[in-house]
């Protein structure tokens, strides 16, 4: 069955230090990969995502994610954080067996000190 | 703004009862899901219907159901709630190339149902 693991629970980073959320996803063909961020009380908003070609994929408020097939991994990045980038991100894979729906890790809740 | 709306945005009801909980894609999305959010159990898919019929069901419980009507909105009625049923619930929407195709999904803001 697929699945998407988020390693890490909750993260602390400091306003402009580089961040990375770690997502590993378990799938028997090619996935379709996403990010996803929640801030409180909010709904879902659309980081980034990975349908084919091009491994290192931009998105939206200067994110990035890198799929690494060999690896399982669908990690996103980003150079600088803002303290407004404070929320909880999901990554999530699509799968066509299930009807197209997301299959969605269990989350990270980032924190950004000052 | 995802384009998505929801409503109502907050429910407060009694274990027993039944509710509806409103969805309204984004305009030309033919694919609607619903997902319910709580603290133990994370995102979980429920049911999605693809213009108007039904494409497939996640974890969603017998007391529950969907349907989508002809101008694409959608409705989830849950009922002989239970305290357990207490979460956030999202739909989302979608515009596959293909009733079997994989597209981003966009989330409305969700309905937080309280049962009490």
């Known amino acids: 069955a697929q699945s998407v693991t988020q390693p890490d629970i909750h993260i602390t980073v400091s306003e402009g230090a580089s961040l990375e959320l770690r997502c590993n996803y378990s799938y028997g063909a090619t996935p379709y990969l996403f990010w996803y961020v929640q801030s409180p009380g909010q709904g879902l908003q659309l980081l980034l995502k990975?349908?084919?070609?091009?491994?290192l994929v931009q998105g939206i408020k200067g994110f990035e994610a890198e799929f690494k097939r060999s690896q399982s991994s669908f990690n996103l990045r980003k150079p600088s954080v803002h303290w407004s980038d404070a929320a909880e991100y999901f990554c999530a894979v699509g799968a066509v067996q299930a009807g197209t729906a997301l299959i969605f890790g269990k989350g990270t809740t980032l924190s950004v000190s000052s | 703004d995802s384009g998505v709306t929801q409503t109502p945005k907050h429910l407060i009801t009694a274990t027993g009862q039944r509710v509806t909980l409103r969805c309204s894609p984004r305009?030309?999305?033919?694919?609607v899901y619903w997902y319910q959010q709580s603290l133990d159990q994370g995102l979980q898919f429920l049911i999605q219907?693809?213009?108007?019929?039904?494409?497939a069901k996640g974890n969603i419980l017998e007391r529950f159901s969907a349907q989508q009507f002809p101008d694409l909105h959608s409705e989830l009625n849950l009922s002989s709630l239970e305290l357990g049923d207490s979460a956030l619930y999202f739909c989302?929407?979608?515009?596959?190339?293909?009733?079997?195709?994989?597209?981003?999904?966009?989330f409305g803001p969700g309905t937080r149902l309280t049962v009490t």
């Open positions: 989302a929407s979608s515009s596959p190339s293909g009733a079997s195709s994989v597209a981003e999904q966009y």
């Open positions: 219907y693809y213009n108007g019929e039904e494409r």
């Open positions: 305009s030309g999305d033919l694919s």
């Open positions: 990975y349908f084919s070609g091009d491994t």
